[in-house]
């Protein structure tokens, strides 16, 4: 199987602040989880995945891209889930903010509304097409952010700590939509130790350093005794 993600010994430094160092790895599962304490630089490594944030350091790769060079075609297949979902909804109803995903694809308007309204309609959002975006609560907003990340059907989805703001039932929503997604691969960061568990494979940082990858539960298990060790 082709690895599509691949760093070697990348670094990261940010305002002076080595904020990750020495990071190699060769990524082919289909669920990532990325887990560690806060400050870890777990975020820092999922924006470096569709270029959000520019490696110091190092060689990276992702469906043979370079994020920084090619970051504006990266992010065609690559999508971005994030904690708040504010930050990506940016028209003011489900419907435009769902046809926005789809613009600048070379489709024409009547086939990008009929798309989405094939999506509405299957989704918990069903008759709510006209509603404002604010109208909708965090889980509902976040369901939204996620509908429009599945329209492009991305070959990545990165999902920041995605549940992270909601309840509970809202989180294990989301999280069996992310873990069920009909992209290829999920890279998912999350202090939900049970969601990671349910993925396929989990790198743990700490300090900076990718400091473990293998099967879940193993990591998960090492990350809590070394939590319990302090
Ligand atoms: N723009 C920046 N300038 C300087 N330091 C930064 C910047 N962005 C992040 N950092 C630092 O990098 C480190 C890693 O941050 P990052 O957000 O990647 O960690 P994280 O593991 O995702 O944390 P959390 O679990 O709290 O979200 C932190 O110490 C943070 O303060």
Do not use: W
């Not at 060079?69 to 065609?76: A, E, H, P, Q």
């Not at 979902?85 to 070379?106: F, H, K, N, Y």
């Not at 009547?110 to 109208?135: F, N, Q, T, W």
């Amino acid at each position: 199987m082709s690895r599509s993600i691949e760093l070697d010994r990348v670094g990261v430094t940010l305002n002076g602040n080595e904020v990750l160092r020495e990071v190699t790895c060769s990524l082919s599962a289909k669920r990532i989880a990325v887990i560690g304490p806060n400050g870890s630089g777990k975020s820092t490594f999922a924006r470096l995945l569709n270029g959000l944030v520019t490696a110091s350091e190092g060689k990276i790769r992702v469906f043979g891209h370079d994020p920084d060079r090619d970051g504006k075609r990266l992010r065609r297949e690559v999508g971005f889930v994030f904690s708040n979902p504010a930050v990506q909804l940016i028209m003011p109803t489900v419907r435009e903010d769902l046809a926005m995903s789809l613009r600048g694809r070379g489709l024409a308007r009547a086939d990008i509304y009929a798309r989405v309204a094939e999506v509405i309609a299957a989704s918990p959002l069903a008759g709510r097409g006209d509603d404002p975006v604010h109208s909708l609560s965090g889980g509902q907003q976040q369901l939204l952010a996620l509908l429009g990340v599945e329209l492009i059907e991305p070959r990545l989805i990165i999902a920041d700590e995605p549940t992270a703001l909601l309840d509970l039932v809202n989180s294990r929503a989301i999280a069996a939509r992310l873990l069920a997604v009909d992209a290829p691969q999920l890279v998912l960061v999350t202090h939900d130790l049970d969601l990671a568990r349910r993925c396929d494979l989990a790198l743990r940082f700490d300090a900076g350093r990718l400091v473990e990858q293998g099967h879940p539960d193993q990591v998960v298990d090492s990350y809590l005794a070394s939590v319990s060790a302090e």
